[in-house]
């Protein structure tokens, strides 16, 4: 073993112990086992009576003055003298059992007179009178004494449904040697119902150091059992809104369980009736033993299939026995039956093995979270084993504070270290998750960011090339063509007017291609308006009257930019065609919209001789075809049917609106 784990073994071996012994010392310090001259009154006679003094009360005439050593009420007379009841304290009465108000009378002796002052303390619902030997004492309604007010007074009532503590001093004249009777008035029990403590009495500073310890102690449980109730709660929760996190539903069971086990020190009674209650709290024990022994092998890394049915055989076997022997009243202090022993050692025994487990894995890792663990599960086991001993083995021996709650809130604690070590390191996996995510996507962007320029590149290579393409067959078929004609007209030598007629259709060319370019916003009428003003003298001079038949249309989505060129050039083919080959006189223009608004249709038809076979398979057609796809547009050669000068051909366009 490295000096490391030596120096650790130690730690887990010697620190449990001295932190019991601290705890011990706590205990001592502030005990809560009763002092020799503080008595502790558990039995009290209901008597039967509505009055306000003790002495007009039937069965307690003899409460008047202080009792004789011969009159022994507590001790040797029956319930039945007097009529009255004999009832064990503390006690519960609910409205139905005692309609009006409730006198208890309580007998008790002191061997010497008192030499100084007395406290008195005890627990009641709802008000209270307290009389000692007939003389009041003290009381808690605000007047001087009960009236029907008081009693009626459900308003102010209502606030005492957790009982009301009183404090008494009482002066040494009043406790001379002998017996003494303490009598209690309760107000009548309303919806609230009646409660009364076992009452305490004995000197001032004996009950002052009683109660200090008590206090002390009372405070130390409820904190643990409050908090092991929140973190239970809240691991349970976790549990139920993410089923996957299974570890923390069993966590949050186990500290029910241990806020439980607390739950007697905090209530002023059974929440179950006899004897369900004690089955309850037998039964929440064995559970939080089985599930300290399973988180421990779960925590440290101890997954053998045999540890879980060690777990599950002692949880089944000891609710059964447990069970069985809270609900048979068996006693824990009873060792000539078997069923203490099998309670304490079995007990032990899982105690024991988790704190192995616990300690074997504090020795081989190097953190320190698991040797805090260990040291929490054997401070623990030590703390059980003190009590058990010293309570149920050896109580002649050592009075001892049940000091459980140590333990207990040790275990707590580690659970909720546990949890909030959870939650951090979910923040951080959250922080480094968001982190590796802005990364990655900065990452992301900046190669998206690369893709883009280099698309955005070839994209401008791309319409650079399209555009020259475009560029070249506008040169091509329009105003290429035609100053190549002019060239070979000059060339030939032919008269200046026609040459000049030859560049002025040059120039009409270009002024036509300017305004198709200038139309952006898919306006058709003004498309074919301007070639109407550009080609018009042309027509006319080839002896082609036009028929204008142009229907009001919506504007065009697919003759915006350059689509209105494209449209105007396969009108220029279509009238070149006409008038170099159908040997024509007429041309009509007509559009159209269809019936369902999906598009437009453009129709030119002339009445000329008809498009021949070798025309259809000429560049031009081909041209106008190609021109039509770039726009979406669909174009259709066929024969009109209202031609009356021969048969004609109709070049007809569609174009689409969405």
């Given at each position: 073993?490295?000096?490391?784990?030596?120096?650790?073994?130690?730690?887990?071996?010697?620190?449990?112990?001295?932190?019991?012994?601290?705890?011990?010392?706590?205990?001592?310090?502030?005990?809560?086992?009763?002092?020799?001259?503080?008595?502790?009154?558990?039995?009290?006679?209901?008597?039967?009576?509505?009055?306000?003094?003790?002495?007009?009360?039937?069965?307690?005439?003899?409460?008047?003055?202080?009792?004789?050593?011969?009159?022994?009420?507590?001790?040797?007379?029956?319930?039945?003298?007097?009529?009255?009841?004999?009832?064990?304290?503390?006690?519960?009465?609910?409205?139905?059992?005692?309609?009006?108000?409730?006198?208890?009378?309580?007998?008790?002796?002191?061997?010497?007179?008192?030499?100084?002052?007395?406290?008195?303390?005890?627990?009641?619902?709802?008000?209270?009178?307290?009389?000692?030997?007939?003389?009041?004492?003290?009381?808690?309604?605000?007047?001087?004494?009960?009236?029907?007010?008081?009693?009626?007074?459900?308003?102010?009532?209502?606030?005492?449904?957790?009982?009301r503590r009183m404090q008494v001093s009482i002066p040494p004249a009043l406790l001379g040697a002998g017996v003494h009777r303490l009598s209690v008035r309760l107000a009548r029990p309303g919806?609230?119902?009646?409660?009364?403590?076992?009452?305490?009495?004995?000197?001032?500073?004996?009950?002052?150091?009683?109660?200090?310890?008590?206090?002390?102690?009372?405070?130390?449980?409820?904190?643990?059992?409050?908090?092991?109730?929140?973190?239970?709660?809240?691991?349970?929760?976790?549990?139920?809104?993410?089923?996957?996190?299974?570890?923390?539903?069993?966590?949050?069971?186990?500290?029910?369980?241990?806020?439980?086990?607390?739950?007697?020190?905090?209530?002023?009674?059974?929440?179950?009736?006899?004897?369900?209650?004690?089955?309850?709290?037998?039964?929440?024990?064995?559970?939080?033993?089985?599930?300290?022994?399973?988180?421990?092998?779960?925590?440290?890394?101890?997954?053998?299939?045999?540890?879980?049915?060690?777990?599950?055989?002692?949880?089944?076997?000891?609710?059964?026995?447990?069970?069985?022997?809270?609900?048979?009243?068996?006693?824990?202090?009873?060792?000539?039956?078997?069923?203490?022993?099998?309670?304490?050692?079995?007990?032990?025994?899982?105690?024991?093995?988790?704190?192995?487990?616990?300690?074997?894995?504090?020795?081989?890792?190097?953190?320190?979270?698991?040797?805090?663990?260990?040291?929490?599960?054997?401070?623990?086991?030590?703390?059980?084993?003190?009590?058990?001993?010293?309570?149920?083995?050896?109580?002649?021996?050592?009075?001892?504070?049940?000091?459980?709650?140590?333990?207990?809130?040790?275990?707590?604690?580690?659970?909720?270290?546990?949890?909030?070590?959870?939650?951090?390191?979910?923040?951080?996996?959250?922080?480094?998750?968001?982190?590796?995510?802005?990364?990655?996507?900065?990452?992301?962007?900046?190669?998206?960011?690369?893709?883009?320029?280099?698309?955005?590149?070839?994209?401008?290579?791309?319409?650079?090339?399209?555009?020259?393409?475009?560029?070249?067959?506008?040169?091509?078929?329009?105003?290429?063509?035609?100053?190549?004609?002019?060239?070979?007209?000059?060339?030939?030598?032919?008269?200046?007017?026609?040459?000049?007629?030859?560049?002025?259709?040059?120039?009409?060319?270009?002024?036509?291609?300017?305004?198709?370019?200038?139309?952006?916003?898919?306006?058709?009428?003004?498309?074919?308006?301007?070639?109407?003003?550009?080609?018009?003298?042309?027509?006319?001079?080839?002896?082609?009257?036009?028929?204008?038949?142009?229907?009001?249309?919506?504007?065009?989505?697919?003759?915006?930019?350059?689509?209105?060129?494209?449209?105007?050039?396969?009108?220029?083919?279509?009238?070149?065609?006409?008038?170099?080959?159908?040997?024509?006189?007429?041309?009509?223009?007509?559009?159209?919209?269809?019936?369902?608004?999906?598009?437009?249709?453009?129709?030119?038809?002339?009445?000329?001789?008809?498009?021949?076979?070798?025309?259809?398979?000429?560049?031009?057609?081909?041209?106008?075809?190609?021109?039509?796809?770039?726009?979406?547009?669909?174009?259709?050669?066929?024969?009109?049917?209202?031609?009356?000068?021969?048969?004609?051909?109709?070049?007809?366009?569609?174009?689409?609106?969405?």
């Open positions: 073993m490295s000096a490391t784990g030596a120096r650790r073994l130690v730690l887990l071996l010697a620190l449990p112990v001295a932190l019991l012994w601290v705890v011990h010392l706590l205990s001592q310090q502030y005990g809560t086992s009763l002092p020799p001259q503080v008595v502790r009154l558990t039995e009290a006679h209901l008597l039967a009576g509505s009055a306000l003094d003790p002495a007009q009360v039937p069965g307690a005439s003899q409460a008047s003055a202080p009792l004789t050593d011969d009159v022994r009420p507590s001790a040797a007379s029956s319930p039945q003298v007097f009529g009255r009841t004999l009832r064990p304290l503390p006690l519960q009465i609910h409205e139905s059992e005692a309609p009006g108000p409730l006198w208890f009378a309580m007998d008790f002796r002191l061997a010497q007179a008192a030499e100084q002052p007395y406290w008195l303390v005890i627990q009641h619902r709802p008000a209270a009178s307290i009389y000692l030997d007939g003389q009041l004492l003290a009381h808690s309604s605000m007047g001087q004494g009960f009236s029907a007010e008081d009693e009626d007074d459900m308003a102010q009532r209502g606030l005492l449904l957790a009982g919806f609230e119902g009646a409660g009364l403590s076992a009452p305490l009495l004995g000197p001032a500073p004996q009950m002052r150091s009683l109660q200090e310890g008590r206090r002390f102690w009372q405070v130390v449980r409820v904190t643990t059992a409050l908090i092991g109730l929140a973190i239970g709660l809240f691991m349970v929760l976790v549990w139920l809104a993410l089923r996957q996190e299974w570890l923390f539903g069993v966590t949050g069971l186990f500290c029910l369980c241990l806020a439980l086990l607390l739950s007697p020190y905090l209530l002023n009674g059974a929440l179950l009736p006899a004897p369900w209650w004690r089955v309850t709290l037998d039964v929440a024990d064995v559970v939080a033993k089985a599930l300290l022994l399973f988180l421990v092998a779960r925590f440290t890394g101890h997954d053998e299939r045999w540890l879980l049915v060690v777990v599950i055989a002692y949880l089944v076997a000891g609710t059964l026995i447990d069970g069985t022997a809270a609900l048979m009243g068996w006693s824990w202090t009873d060792f000539r039956t078997p069923w203490p022993w099998w309670a304490l050692g079995s007990r032990l025994l899982v105690l024991l093995g988790a704190a192995l487990l616990a300690a074997r894995a504090a020795l081989v890792s190097r953190q320190g979270a698991p040797l805090v663990g260990a040291l929490a599960v054997a401070l623990s086991g030590w703390v059980w084993l003190y009590v058990s001993y010293f309570s149920l083995v050896a109580s002649q021996q050592l009075n001892v504070v049940d000091i459980n709650v140590i333990g207990h809130a040790v275990l707590i604690a580690m659970a909720g270290v546990a949890l909030q070590r959870r939650f951090v390191r979910s923040l951080r996996d959250q922080a480094e998750a968001r982190t590796v995510l802005e990364r990655a996507l900065d990452d992301r962007t900046r190669e998206l960011e690369a893709r883009w320029l280099e698309l955005q590149d070839s994209e401008r290579q791309r319409t650079a090339a399209q555009e020259r393409e475009r560029l070249l067959q506008e040169m091509h078929d329009g105003l290429g063509s035609q100053l190549v004609t002019a060239r070979l007209s000059a060339e030939r030598g032919v008269p200046s007017e026609a040459l000049v007629e030859v560049l002025d259709e040059c120039i009409r060319e270009m002024r036509l291609t300017v305004d198709a370019l200038a139309v952006t916003d898919g306006d058709l009428t003004l498309l074919l308006a301007n070639l109407r003003h550009r080609m018009g003298p042309r027509l006319g001079a080839a002896g082609l009257a036009l028929d204008w038949q142009l229907a009001d249309v919506p504007l065009v989505p697919v003759l915006r930019g350059t689509g209105g060129r494209e449209l105007i050039r396969i009108v220029q083919e279509c009238l070149s065609n006409v008038i170099h080959h159908a040997r024509a006189t007429r041309v009509r223009f007509a559009t159209q919209v269809d019936a369902d608004g999906a598009g437009v249709a453009l129709t030119i038809a002339d009445d000329g001789c008809g498009l021949p076979d070798q025309l259809r398979q000429g560049n031009g057609l081909r041209g106008m075809r190609r021109r039509a796809e770039r726009i979406s547009a669909r174009i259709e050669w066929r024969v009109p049917t209202d031609s009356p000068g021969g048969p004609g051909t109709e070049l007809m366009v569609w174009m689409p609106l969405r």
